[in-house]
């Protein structure tokens, strides 16, 4: 198993099959295009990309969705106060309420990547490399 020694991350052994090549680079560091996903204990849901080329380059990601919907959650529960007077038959915070919106939010965000996945995963990627 490969060892990459990162500015950031210190030392890193990784699966050489689990290495993420972007064939063009990514925009502003288009000569880096070998990367790793790195998980670190401790630190879900965050996913540090690290470039297998540059010890110091090093990105932070972190899923979409769990970002909305953490950043939804608060907003509503900011926004019950002035929602109060129009519930009924319910509080203002009922956490079963918020559960249950989370859930309805997460399962959309779920349908809509699990479609277009399924469509590029029955594409040939032969077919679509020629096309562009």
């Known amino acids: 198993m490969p060892v990459f020694e990162s500015q950031r991350l210190g030392s890193l052994a990784y699966d050489?099959?689990?290495?993420i090549e972007?064939?063009?680079?990514?925009?502003?560091?288009?000569?880096?295009?070998?990367?790793?996903?790195?998980?670190?204990?401790g630190a879900d849901?965050?996913?540090?990309?690290q470039s297998l080329e540059d010890p110091a380059l090093c990105f932070i990601?972190?899923?979409?969705?769990?970002?909305?919907?953490?950043?939804?959650?608060?907003a509503a529960f900011g926004v019950t106060r002035l929602l109060a007077s129009?519930?009924?038959?319910?509080?203002a915070a009922d956490p079963m309420t918020f559960a249950g919106v989370a859930l309805a939010i997460g399962l959309v965000t779920l349908a809509a990547s699990y479609i277009p996945a399924l469509r590029a995963a029955a594409t040939d990627p032969n077919q679509a490399l020629r096309h562009e």
């Open 16 to 19: 050489s099959e689990s290495t």
């Open 22 to 41: 972007f064939p063009r680079g990514l925009p502003g560091f288009d000569h880096r295009r070998a990367f790793v996903a790195v998980h670190l204990p």
């Open 45 to 49: 849901p965050l996913v540090f990309l």
């Open 61 to 74: 990601t972190a899923p979409v969705a769990a970002i909305g919907v953490a950043l939804g959650l608060a």
């Open 86 to 91: 129009l519930l009924y038959g319910i509080k």
